[in-house]
């Protein structure tokens, strides 16, 4: 048994302390937002929050969330978070998704990537590119997204 603590609620999971956090998360606690995209770690689809950073849950043991806190879409789309509910809401305006399979792992990118900022920074389009580099949308909406994470941290300031 491993003790989660998941969008500010502890859960129990009987699943092996290998198992990538991703699985836990869809299986055993029903939470669907977070997307299985490649597996390794290498377009973004899973990515969630282990203590405030942005970590790939498809490669990342429940073993390693010992002790920490596990923040998902979940709790960006609820107004709870500040900077999720402002990303979430820059999404919705400049209407990034098309197929929106990639959102949640660009939303949970983009919201970490802002909360590092130091209070009032305006990111560079550079600045931008580079934080969201770990994250691939197929649909390529990469100028929405860029746009939304600016308008974020504007409406942030």
């Known amino acids: 048994m491993t003790a989660l603590h998941v969008n500010g609620r502890d859960h129990t999971v009987d699943a092996d302390p290998g198992t990538p956090i991703l699985w836990a998360l869809r299986d055993t606690l029903g939470m669907t937002g977070t997307k299985f995209g490649c597996g390794a770690a290498l377009c973004g ?92 949308c197929r649909c390529g909406t990469y100028a929405r997204i860029r746009a939304a994470v600016a308008d974020a941290a504007r409406n942030l300031a």
């Not at 970590?55 to 923040?71: F, V």
């Not at 197929?99 to 305006?122: D, E, N, R, W």
Request: proline fraction near 3%; charged fraction near 15%; charge should be negative.
């Open 45 to 136: 689809a899973c990515t969630v929050h282990l203590d405030g950073q942005a970590i790939r849950s498809c490669i990342t043991p429940i073993a390693a969330a010992d002790g920490k806190k596990i923040t998902t879409i979940e709790r960006m789309t609820d107004g709870s978070d500040r900077v999720g509910a402002a990303v979430h809401a820059a999404w919705v305006r400049h209407d990034v998704a098309q197929c929106g399979y990639c959102q949640s792992g660009q939303i949970m990118s983009a919201t970490a990537f802002l909360q590092s900022l130091p209070a009032g920074k305006q990111p560079s389009a550079d600045e931008i590119d580079s934080a969201m580099a770990g994250n691939i």
